[in-house]
């Protein structure tokens, strides 16, 4: 990367940010880290980063996905991965949909993420790197479920606690767990 390349860097997690904001800055990127949406607007609006990394889930409930859209409006041709530790193809079909390059689970390294950037959103590669050596698990196939309903409530967990005939604290549970891998 040339130091033209300004990568906005947001996540809330203060050790998973710094060592990652020092990995990409050694690859080539200028870096601002922000730790919220508006702090991360505010960088983005002064900065005008070519490349962001977006954590899913920050503190306060706010989502990464949320930033995606003012971002392409402050840089249409800004390159956006997202990251979770709550990977789901709900979610990730929702970033590729708002403009986002990749969709990335957690833990990542830096190099798949800069590798990430060199995806075209929309450009006929997986946009989640799934494997199908093996179907999905049961507990899996639950978690995609779950978030898929959530996603068609638009995150509104006690109507999606209503469709999927749960008590609304049993989805509050099962949400505040990992995905579950396969």
Do not use: C
């Amino acid at each position: 990367m040339d130091m033209e390349s300004r990568l906005l860097l947001v996540d809330d997690d203060e050790v998973f940010g710094a060592v990652m904001a020092r990995a990409l800055a050694r690859r080539g990127f200028m870096v601002n880290w922000a730790r919220e949406g508006a702090q991360a607007l505010q960088l983005a609006r002064q900065h005008h980063p070519t490349h962001a990394v977006l954590d899913l889930r920050l503190l306060e409930g706010e989502s990464g996905l949320d930033l995606i859209e003012p971002l392409r409006e402050i840089n249409p041709s800004i390159r956006i991965v997202v990251l979770t530790g709550y990977a789901s193809i709900a979610t990730a079909i929702d970033a590729i949909k708002l403009g986002a390059a990749y969709y990335l689970p957690k833990p990542v390294d830096a190099d798949a993420i800069v590798r990430a950037f060199g995806h075209a959103p929309g450009g006929g590669e997986t946009a989640v790197p799934v494997t199908e050596a093996e179907p999905l698990s049961v507990r899996r196939l639950e978690w995609e479920h779950i978030q898929r309903v959530l996603a068609e409530h638009g995150g509104n967990i006690s109507a999606a606690a209503r469709s999927l005939n749960m008590h609304r604290r049993t989805l509050q549970r099962k949400l505040g767990k990992r995905a579950v891998n396969r």
